[in-house]
């Protein structure tokens, strides 16, 4: 009876000591609170009681930095959030050099990001958001390698302007546009010009030329019948008339 006692106490103490450690998971190791090994995916077995194992999951996690207020080089207080990307790779440092790797983690990026942006200009930081990013990145990388961690990357989400910011961007952009729509109808009116003066000088080359196309413009008008509309006709129209008329004349003869 003694002997089925001892054997069941010690098959339930087999089985209790049993693991499974997960594809995406570590298990660190501590016997009699030393670090005595990190397990690799599997069935494993620890002595319980004497031995206790810590699982760490060694996938990207990903960090949502909430929105804080931040003020930038020139003494503008903007709003900003961001996202840190980063994965485990040394299961036993995050565990033994470091509380909690992962609040850690996202604490330094933050406090990081706070200071380079307090260290650019509201321009430099909407026009150059990927590479503030990526200096940021690489801060934040050396100094979590020590904890077994690597950042793959911060992305910055949200850049909140104040409101009066935004209306006076609003108008200085409104106004860039007018400009460029002055610009280029100016642009537009000078190639016309030059046409202009190109079709002028070819007419006034043919004899009537001038006076055919004048008349041709007259005709397509179409004024109301209620209305008189008078011509003031240039003195090289009635030129071309008669250069046209005597040309008729001669063509008959």
């Given at each position: 009876?003694?002997?089925?006692?001892?054997?069941?106490?010690?098959?339930?103490?087999?089985?209790?000591?049993?693991?499974?450690?997960?594809?995406?998971?570590?298990?660190?190791?501590?016997?009699?609170?030393?670090?005595?090994?990190?397990y690799a995916p599997g069935l494993k077995w620890i002595l319980i009681g004497i031995q206790r194992m810590?699982?760490?999951?060694?996938?990207?996690?990903?960090?949502?930095?909430?929105?804080?207020?931040?003020?930038?080089?020139?003494?503008?207080?903007?709003?900003?959030?961001?996202?840190?990307?980063?994965?485990?790779?040394?299961?036993?440092?995050?565990?033994?050099?470091?509380?909690?790797?992962?609040?850690?983690?996202?604490?330094?990026?933050?406090?990081?990001?706070?200071?380079?942006?307090?260290?650019?200009?509201?321009?430099?930081?909407?026009?150059?958001?990927?590479?503030?990013?990526?200096?940021?990145?690489?801060?934040?990388?050396?100094?979590?390698?020590?904890?077994?961690?690597?950042?793959?990357?911060?992305?910055?989400?949200?850049?909140?302007?104040?409101?009066?910011?935004?209306?006076?961007?609003?108008?200085?952009?409104?106004?860039?546009?007018?400009?460029?729509?002055?610009?280029?109808?100016?642009?537009?009116?000078?190639?016309?010009?030059?046409?202009?003066?190109?079709?002028?000088?070819?007419?006034?080359?043919?004899?009537?030329?001038?006076?055919?196309?004048?008349l041709g413009t007259i005709e397509k008008l179409q004024p109301d019948p209620s209305k008189t509309v008078?011509?003031?006709?240039?003195?090289?129209?009635?030129?071309?008339?008669?250069?046209?008329?005597?040309?008729?004349?001669?063509?008959?003869?």
């Amino acid at each position: 009876m003694w002997y089925g006692i001892i054997i069941f106490i010690l098959v339930v103490f087999g089985l209790g000591g049993l693991r499974v450690i997960n594809q995406y998971e570590r298990g660190v190791v501590l016997t009699l609170g030393k670090y005595t090994g990190t397990y690799a995916p599997g069935l494993k077995w620890i002595l319980i009681g004497i031995q206790r194992m810590i699982k760490v999951d060694i996938r990207i996690t990903t960090v949502d930095i909430p929105r804080q207020e931040v003020i930038t080089k020139d003494n503008v207080t903007i709003g900003i959030n961001a996202v840190v990307y980063f994965r485990v790779e040394k299961a036993e440092d995050a565990v033994l050099k470091i509380e909690n790797y992962t609040y850690a983690t996202a604490q330094y990026a933050l406090a990081t990001l706070r200071d380079i942006i307090g260290g650019v200009e509201l321009d430099t930081l909407l026009t150059e958001r990927e590479k503030i990013a990526i200096e940021v990145k690489k801060m934040v990388d050396a100094a979590t390698a020590p904890w077994g961690i690597d950042v793959t990357a911060i992305k910055m989400q949200d850049i909140e302007l104040p409101a009066a910011m935004k209306r006076a961007m609003a108008a200085q952009a409104e106004t860039e546009r007018e400009k460029r729509a002055i610009i280029i109808k100016a642009e537009g009116e000078v190639k016309a010009a030059e046409n202009l003066q190109k079709a002028a000088e070819i007419l006034s080359g043919v004899p009537g030329g001038l006076t055919l196309r004048t008349l041709g413009t007259i005709e397509k008008l179409q004024p109301d019948p209620s209305k008189t509309v008078i011509f003031a006709l240039p003195v090289e129209i009635l030129e071309g008339l008669k250069s046209l008329t005597e040309a008729r004349k001669k063509e008959k003869e």
